[in-house]
């Protein structure tokens, strides 16, 4: 197996930091769009319909061994820090089941980019593939574009029956956003 590179494994300290730009502010108690995702488990998930509480963060996209990131993104404030992000949801999936709590990471990657890391970091929940950016383009979910690519920027909602209770934006250190939700969900969780 090929290590990934020390940049996609772990948070740089110098990361840039994202701000807080408004672009989610339209979030917060608004119902999930009805819009039906594929999952790495080839299930058909409409985000709309799940019930009881449920995480869905959002991330621009996972490193893949063998494959170059884009030029420049450990400088792009938000960009980088996926991997790290989708492996501290993983360290913490007990906590979340023990509590009855769904979690879907979600990325414009294509399916099967999703599947390769969704096997090779072990997940024990499914990522979501937005390839065709029904999901962003519903919900008007910000993006940025590096390379040719359109990537949503780091964002995470906690849905309760279909509707967004609270949404982190930006999402930021990637890896402790986990921790966050984890807090909110114990001041706040009935």
């Known amino acids: 197996m090929k290590l990934l590179p020390d940049v996609l494994r772990s948070i740089p300290a110098d990361l840039p930091i994202p701000i807080n730009d408004g672009a989610c502010e339209h979030l917060e108690n608004k119902q999930m769009s009805n819009v039906s995702l594929w999952s790495t488990d080839d299930q058909e998930i409409n985000l709309s319909l799940l019930s009881g509480w449920n995480v869905i963060f959002c991330y621009p996209m996972t490193g893949r061994p063998g494959f170059a990131i884009p030029k420049g993104w450990v400088q792009i404030p938000g960009a980088a820090g996926c991997t790290p992000q989708v492996c501290s949801y993983r360290e913490n999936h007990a906590e979340f089941e023990r509590n009855g709590i769904g979690i879907y990471g979600i990325s414009t990657q294509t399916r099967e980019a999703q599947k390769e890391a969704t096997h090779r970091l072990g997940l024990p929940y ?65």
């Open 126 to 190: 499914p990522l979501l593939s937005d390839a065709d950016y029904s999901f962003s383009s519903a919900l008007k979910l910000p993006l940025f574009e590096v390379d040719g690519l359109k990537l949503i920027k780091r964002l995470t909602l906690i849905l309760k029956d279909g509707v967004i209770k609270k949404c982190f934006y930006p999402a930021f250190p990637p890896d402790k956003n986990v921790l966050e939700v984890i807090a909110w969900f114990s001041k706040n969780q009935a």
